[in-house]
């Protein structure tokens, strides 16, 4: 009995202690708790004080950039370095299509010779970009504008270059290229009756269609599908032709057709799907170099500066019948695929596909007519050329914004 009494005793002492320390516990873990609550409150006072300052900062930095902005507009932005030209002697020139390739380097050219020049273009193929580094001259206009449209301005001459050039343009919408070819003409060629302008007309070598006569001389009159995929841009271009020896004849006119050939060169369109800018993009991404058929076919390319040479001088010339302006020196195309391999560098390998619809087998200029009335003939030699194309392709490639300047000016 006392045992059972001692035992009891020992439960009792143990209970009470079990609830002192739970009572302890308790206690403490209600401390703790309350003091967690106050850290918290005090944590949020530090979250809301820092987005405060984070607030601030952010308000100050930009109150920087509007003023760096502000100062930024106040420095005249730098341009190329133009020739001035008196009134007598400065022409105020329209050129259509002048954000494409080919415009942007005729732009430049007349430009420096310190000329007042008006871009008339759609962008459907070209960019700002091709010509910002004229963007606020005061002898430099940009109008964003269709051709297909009248378009009533005053100029002494007009270069005539609007209308999608490489195929996968002109296909896209067959109507609208035969559209621009035509009334875009008619447009043009009644503003120069108006105004009793010079114009000069951007052909092409197309006119000639799959040619069976070679080299093709001016007067060879064409081997063309006229309903084939390549129609709605070499009939336009044969159209464009007639139409102009027509207001010539008619409205006794002056006019310039410039048969143009395969040209290259900085500013192509990365993706225009022709033979120089498809093998370069291909060897620079190590990618397969896709050859159409056999590549037993010939291309001769001419570098852009050239053909800018050519056009001037036909402008300038007193001569009015059609011209070629390419450069004679003629590559299969399976040369080229190793000749642009070759000076990339890199792993692609090349490989044939089937052949394209009405591709052209031959092609290359009979230029007699360009050195004999323009003492015109190419310069730049193909690797010369190639060189600098590869180069600007590379630089395009590896841009990531837009500050990154699209600047490629011919020298004076
Ligand atoms: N690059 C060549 O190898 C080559 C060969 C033969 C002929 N051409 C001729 O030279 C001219 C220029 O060719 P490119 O290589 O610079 O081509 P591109 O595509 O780079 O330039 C053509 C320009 O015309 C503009 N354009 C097209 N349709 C228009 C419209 N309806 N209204 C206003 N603007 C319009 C485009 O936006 C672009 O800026 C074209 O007439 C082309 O047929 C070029």
């Not at 009995?1 to 143990?14: G, N, R, Y």
Request: proline share 5%; with cysteine; aromatic share 8%.
């Amino acid at each position: 009995m006392i045992q059972v009494t001692w035992k009891i005793k020992h439960l009792l002492v143990l209970l009470a202690s079990l609830s002192i320390l739970l009572l302890v516990f308790i206690k403490y873990s209600r401390q703790r708790s309350a003091e967690n609550v106050h850290n918290l409150h005090l944590y949020q006072d530090e979250l809301e004080y820092n987005k405060h300052l984070l607030q601030e900062a952010s308000e100050r930095i930009q109150d920087l950039e509007n003023k760096i902005l502000a100062l930024e507009a106040r420095v005249p932005k730098t341009y190329p370095e133009v020739k001035f030209l008196n009134y007598l002697s400065r022409k105020r020139i329209l050129i259509t299509g002048g954000a494409g390739f080919v415009g942007s380097h005729l732009v430049d050219r007349l430009m420096l010779q310190g000329h007042e020049v008006i871009v008339a273009d759609n962008f459907f193929t070209g960019r700002k970009r091709n010509v910002e580094h004229w963007i606020g001259h005061e002898n430099f206009e940009l109008i964003h504008h269709d051709i297909v449209n009248p378009l009533f301005i005053e100029v002494d001459e007009i270069y005539h270059l609007a209308s999608p050039a490489s195929p996968p343009h002109y296909m896209y919408n067959p109507v609208k290229t035969i559209k621009t070819n035509t009334l875009g003409t008619i447009n043009m060629l009644g503003l120069a009756r108006r105004l009793n302008a010079k114009i000069l007309i951007a052909s092409t070598s197309e006119v000639y269609g799959d040619p069976d006569i070679h080299p093709q001389p001016e007067t060879y009159w064409g081997h063309v599908n006229p309903i084939g995929p390549r129609a709605c841009y070499d009939e336009g271009k044969r159209v464009s032709e007639t139409l102009t020896y027509a207001y010539a004849k008619q409205e006794n006119m002056q006019v310039r057709v410039a048969r143009i050939f395969n040209t290259y060169g900085p500013r192509m369109h990365m993706n225009d799907g022709r033979v120089v800018s498809n093998f370069i993009l291909q060897a620079l991404q190590n990618d397969v170099i896709t050859i159409y058929g056999s590549g037993q076919q010939t291309r001769s390319f001419q570098y852009i500066s050239d053909l800018v040479d050519g056009l001037v001088a036909l402008m300038n010339s007193n001569y009015t019948l059609p011209v070629n302006l390419g450069n004679p020196v003629e590559h299969s195309i399976n040369e080229f695929a190793s000749i642009i391999k070759d000076l990339v560098g890199g792993r692609s390998k090349i490989n044939h596909l089937a052949e394209v619809e009405d591709d052209p087998q031959r092609r290359r200029p009979d230029i007699t007519r360009a050195k004999k009335y323009l003492n015109w003939e190419p310069k730049v030699d193909l690797n010369t050329g190639l060189q600098k194309t590869v180069d600007y392709f590379r630089q395009e490639l590896h841009r990531f914004k837009h500050s990154q300047r699209n600047k490629f000016l011919p020298k004076l």
